[in-house]
């Protein structure tokens, strides 16, 4: 399974069930469970239900996402970076993996469920051309993810993340600008100007507004 492109990133999931689905291409977004199997104080900052994103092939993966996000009221601007209203290290949502996967570097995922903690690239000459975007979600395993909701530092998160790895390298999830279509579903999938395949929703904030949100799960980054 490829997962992430353009600095994308890994995912994927348990099996499907709910009736609910919106669909593009070859990629199929449905209605997913409660969540479960994750500690309690990670549950209670949950949605009550999750989405889950499959390929013609089978499933890729399951999200929840975390309810009532909080948003910057005062978020830094620039041109490379989507989602400068969230906070480094924050909890965004959780996702499982049934089987294992791979991220954008070609590390092994092992099963099971992780956080979503947002981070940005380091603007330092060793992640030059990665992406456009500076923007991307860190997995850190969910059983040892003890503080879900305070924020992480950046070397918290990535330490935490070559954890859940086993290597030099955290599991990253790149994120992308929503498709900005027309017809635009939220849950649902399109395809990037980069040929990856993403997942779109829109995310409650703490504010009581949403905010739309787009994230990799098909690609290989070409660096």
């Not at 859940?164 to 498709?179: E, K, Q």
């Amino acid at each position: 399974m490829k997962l992430g492109k353009r600095a994308g990133f890994p995912v994927a999931a348990i099996f499907l069930c709910g009736t609910l689905a919106w669909a593009q291409g070859s990629y199929k977004v449905t209605a997913g469970n409660a969540p479960a199997a994750v500690p309690t104080p990670i549950q209670t900052l949950l949605e009550s239900q999750g989405v889950q994103f499959t390929s013609s092939q089978g499933p890729v993966c399951e999200i929840w996402w975390r309810k009532g996000i909080p948003v910057q009221k005062a978020a830094g601007s620039s041109p490379d970076v989507l989602y400068g209203g969230l906070s480094m290290g924050e909890l965004v949502g959780v996702v499982n993996f049934p089987t294992a996967a791979k991220d954008y570097r070609g590390q092994t995922i092992k099963p099971g469920y992780y956080t979503l903690r947002y981070g940005l690239i380091p603007q330092d000459g060793n992640h030059m051309g990665v992406s456009a975007y500076r923007d991307f979600l860190l997995l850190v395993s969910a059983a040892s993810d003890a503080t879900p909701a305070q924020n992480m530092s950046f070397e918290d998160v990535v330490k935490a993340s070559r954890l859940a790895t086993g290597t030099g390298h955290p599991g990253v999830l790149m994120l992308d600008p929503p498709s900005q279509a027309a017809n635009a579903a939220f849950p649902g999938a399109f395809q990037d100007d980069q040929g990856n395949w993403a997942l779109e929703v829109k995310l409650s904030t703490d504010g009581g507004q949403q905010l739309s949100f787009a994230m990799v799960l098909e690609g290989q980054y070409q660096g």
